[in-house]
Each structure stands twice: as structure tokens, then as C-alpha cells.
């Protein structure tokens, strides 16, 4: 089995309700995404996928995110927009992109930092 990591980052606003005093206020975040992908052949160059089209992906998916008030995009009008939830949709939205790779490669795991010392992660 191999796994490659990516990293990359989004700022953007959310208003959690019933999670903390603190978090129902509007207030935003510089996330920190962790993407993982995974698979179990090595192509014929000797690697899983290349890097730049894991990034090209995950990119466009940035994008959806960066500097929105997530709690106004479809994804999340009936779901908090919290770091797991965030998580899941980064998963969800990359896995169709992967179609185009060999086909054992998926998404292993996504994180999502919403500060230096906490995070989610979404295992598929």
C-alpha cells in the first residue's frame, strides 16, 4: 500500500450553533487541509500518481471554499460547517476526480486544521 500527502490551505467564515458560545459568533479560519490518496500499484514512471495532478484536483476544490462564508454554500446549508464536516466534503468532491487515475487509487484520509493545535480527520 502506498500514501501521498498534499498540503494546502483555505481562510474562510463560519457560525457554528449549539457547539460553544464562542463558535456561534461569526468568526473565521486559516485552514490547513492534509489530503492523503492511496493505492496499491506503482505506475510504470514508479509512482502512485504524480503530485501535480493531486494538487491540480484539490486546487479547484480550494477554491469552492476560500474566502466564502461556508455556512451559505449548498454543501452546507443543512450541516454545520464544522472542521469534520469540511473534512468529508474535501473527500467527497476529490474521490469523483480520481476516476481519471489508476483505478485502486481513493482518498485515504483528509484533514483539516482550523488552528495550529486542532483538527478533524475523515477516514473514508
Known amino acids: 500500500m502506498f500514501e501521498l500527502k498534499i498540503k494546502t490551505h483555505f481562510a474562510a ?3 457554528l450553533t449549539m ?8 468568526h473565521g479560519h486559516n485552514w490547513n487541509i492534509e489530503v492523503y490518496v492511496s493505492g ?14 493531486i494538487k491540480k484536483e484539490v486546487r479547484k476544490i480550494m477554491e469552492q471554499l476560500d474566502h466564502k462564508f461556508l455556512n451559505e454554500i449548498d454543501a452546507f ?12 466534503y474535501i473527500a467527497e468532491q476529490l474521490q469523483p476526480k480520481l476516476a481519471n487515475f489508476p483505478e485502486d487509487v481513493r482518498v485515504s484520509r483528509v484533514s483539516a486544521w482550523e488552528s ?7 477516514i473514508p
Do not use: M
Open 40 to 53: 496499491e500499484k506503482l505506475n510504470a514512471a514508479g509512482v502512485l500518481v504524480d503530485f501535480g495532478d
Open 77 to 88: 446549508k443543512d450541516a454545520q460547517p464544522s472542521s469534520e464536516r469540511i473534512a468529508i
Open 19 to 26: 457547539v460553544g458560545q464562542k463558535c456561534e459568533n461569526l
Open 13 to 15: 467564515a463560519h457560525q
Open 116 to 122: 495550529d493545535d486542532a483538527c478533524a480527520t475523515y
